[in-house]
């Protein structure tokens, strides 16, 4: 009997260190993955900011042209407008002069339409 005894507390013992492998190995196991998702998350953030600095290089370099355009655009604006009142300066009193003319010269005429059959 001592022997069966024996024998089953080996076979007790022997499972209860298969358990303590097998826990053993579930815990390396969760570790790994536990490490890996972290090994993926620190990628994925690096490779997220690499993307993000080169969109903003991108648009830095978009609207940078787009910011030269608009400077362009309002500085032929400015001149412009600035020719627009040389010119309106150097001809305003000779229009104001023609308008006075023509609104003072008044030489009073029968209209075409008018007959004096009619009346």
Aim: glycine share 6%.
């Amino acid at each position: 009997m001592n022997t069966q005894t024996g024998g089953i507390q080996q076979l007790l013992q022997a499972e209860k260190k298969a358990r303590e492998k097998i826990e053993e190995a579930r815990k390396g196991k969760q570790r790994r993955l536990k490490q890996a998702k972290q090994e993926a998350a620190a990628e994925i953030e690096a490779f997220k900011l690499e993307r993000e600095r080169e969109f903003k290089a991108h648009e830095a370099r978009i609207l940078g042209s787009r910011t030269d355009s608009e400077k362009l655009v309002q500085e032929e604006t400015r001149q412009r407008l600035s020719e627009l009142s040389g010119s309106v300066r150097q001809n305003k009193e000779q229009a104001i002069r023609r308008l006075l003319t023509l609104l003072f010269d008044v030489q009073p005429r029968l209209h075409e339409n008018f007959s004096r059959g009619k009346m």
